[in-house]
T-cell receptor
């Protein structure tokens, strides 16, 4: 079946640093999404990408839809303590009503 | 605007007991989903309903049943709870498969 790969499982950065995460697959996706989950809460949609090569900002976050349609990237600039959480990528093939989720990356930010 | 609501927030069951998790959305979305989240496993789809009157199995449907009561409500039932069903359960809704919006979750412990 389709899988989205996110690694490493955990990342530790210093406050103020930039961080980049990627999400890869052997399958093509028509839509890529990035979610963030705060501790004890449900995932919240950060950015949705609909076109290969698209670069979409959301404040200090920027996500890119890979040109091959098999990967996506999320960059966080000038990290702050509230960036702590789990970041999930998700993809949609357009074939049905389901999303495929990666296993997530847990981000820790040291003050 | 409440978005997606879930009840209860916490529940403890004994092995063999049954219960129903409730989910409602006020965004007039067609599609609704139930996921479970376990450490290191990401979000796994249990069941989904692409539209009112339809339900389909996801990745991990065994031990669960669902009911799409109307366009707003989608319930998840555990007929005979097992310790392996200890998890955090999330409901989500979307107008299309992508851009899913999640509820706050139900934390279930089965002893």
């Amino acid at each position: 079946g389709q899988q989205l790969n996110q690694s490493p499982q955990s990342m530790f950065i210093q406050e103020g640093e930039d961080v980049s995460m990627n999400c890869t697959s052997s399958s093509i996706f028509n839509t890529w999404l990035w979610y963030k989950q705060d501790p004890g809460e449900g995932p919240v949609l950060l950015i949705a990408l609909y076109k290969a090569g698209e670069l979409t900002p959301n404040g200090r976050l920027t996500a890119q839809f890979g040109i091959t349609r098999k990967d996506s990237f999320l960059n966080i600039s000038a990290s702050i303590p509230s960036d702590v959480g789990i970041y999930f990528c998700a993809g949609h093939t357009g074939a049905n009503s389901k999303l495929t989720f990666g296993k997530g990356i847990t981000l820790s930010v040291r003050p | 605007n409440a978005g997606v609501t879930q009840t209860p927030k916490f529940q403890v069951l004994k092995t063999g007991q049954s219960m129903t998790l409730q989910c409602a959305q006020d965004m007039n979305h067609n599609s609704m989903y139930w996921y479970r989240q376990d450490p290191g496993m990401g979000l796994r789809l249990i069941y989904y309903s692409a539209s009112e009157g339809t339900t389909d199995k996801g990745e991990v449907p065994n031990g669960y049943n669902v009911s799409r009561l109307n366009k707003r409500e989608f319930s998840l039932r555990l007929e005979s709870a097992a310790p392996s069903q200890t998890s955090v359960y999330f409901c989500a809704s979307s107008e299309r498969a992508y851009e899913q919006y999640f509820g706050p979750g139900t934390r279930l412990t089965v002893t």
